[in-house]
């Protein structure tokens, strides 16, 4: 009978995403994306690290992706990924739109908003393909961990999915945008991937402690 009854309480759960907290976390999430797609176009250096200007807001994509795969299920994570695609698709429309207006006599810096932006689509194509694919995997990985260890090894979850989720994003996305922000050599582009993967995955293993105070919050928030 104990047996019975702890397994029932190890077995997981997900909260339906027709109330509380779910909106509000698709807006956060689409929010990350679409300020990454931005700032993502500057390349950056760090002593001997090449990064890109986004590198400190991935991890946050990440958390929260992991917070909905945990609480809401696979299904709202796809939902959420989803959602942040078309919004992203939707500004690089509304980008070039801008672009193409006729700029006014007293505006001195089309030339400089048309640079800017004007490298955000390829950019985006690359974050579109290392967001879905990463994120994907993340929320797949995360969840078919919790089919085997239910409620318990929450940590085992969050790093594991982030392993599978990081790796097949960075490496999409940097093989894609690299030469978008001027890296154009192995070396660079071996560094590009190799520390933006670990810098990624160790960032959000030292935010373990801040995860799992979010998750227990949301979970209790949504009477889990």
């Known amino acids: 009978?104990?047996?019975?009854?702890?397994?029932?309480?190890?077995?997981?759960?997900?909260?339906?995403?027709?109330?509380?907290?779910?909106?509000?976390?698709?807006?956060?999430?689409?929010?990350?994306f679409?300020?990454?797609?931005?700032?993502?176009?500057?390349?950056?250096q760090i002593g001997p690290l090449v990064l890109d200007a986004a590198f400190f807001l991935f991890p946050v994509s990440y958390i929260i992706g992991?917070?909905?795969?945990?609480?809401?299920?696979?299904?709202?994570?796809r939902r959420t990924v989803l959602t942040g695609f078309g919004i992203m698709v939707f500004a690089v429309i509304c980008f070039y739109i801008g672009i193409a207006l006729p700029a006014a006599?007293?505006?001195?810096?089309?030339?400089?908003?048309?640079?800017?932006?004007?490298?955000?689509?390829?950019?985006v194509a690359a974050s579109l393909a290392g967001y879905a694919l990463g994120?994907?995997?993340?929320?797949?990985?995360?969840?078919?961990?919790?089919?085997?260890?239910g409620e318990r090894s929450?940590?085992?979850?969050?790093?594991?999915s982030t392993v599978v989720g990081q790796f097949g994003d960075t490496l999409v996305f940097c093989?894609?945008?690299?030469?978008?922000?001027?890296?154009?050599?192995?070396?660079?582009f071996a560094n590009y991937v190799i520390v933006g993967f670990l810098w990624k995955t160790l960032l959000e293993a030292m935010l373990l402690p801040a995860t799992y105070g979010v998750v227990a919050a949301v979970k209790k928030h949504e009477r889990y």
């Open 1 to 32: 009978m104990a047996d019975s009854t702890t397994s029932i309480i190890d077995a997981p759960r997900h909260v339906a995403t027709g109330s509380g907290l779910y909106p509000v976390l698709v807006a956060m999430s689409a929010s990350v």
């Open 66 to 77: 992991d917070l909905i795969s945990e609480v809401y299920g696979f299904r709202a994570a």
């Open 135 to 149: 994120q994907l995997l993340n929320a797949w990985a995360l969840v078919k961990i919790k089919a085997r260890t």
């Open 105 to 123: 006599d007293f505006y001195p810096n089309n030339a400089e908003f048309a640079l800017i932006l004007g490298l955000v689509p390829r950019i």
């Open 34 to 44: 679409l300020l990454s797609n931005i700032l993502a176009s500057k390349g950056v």
């Open 154 to 160: 929450l940590w085992a979850r969050l790093v594991g």
């Open 175 to 188: 093989t894609i945008a690299a030469p978008a922000i001027g890296i154009t050599n192995a070396g660079d």
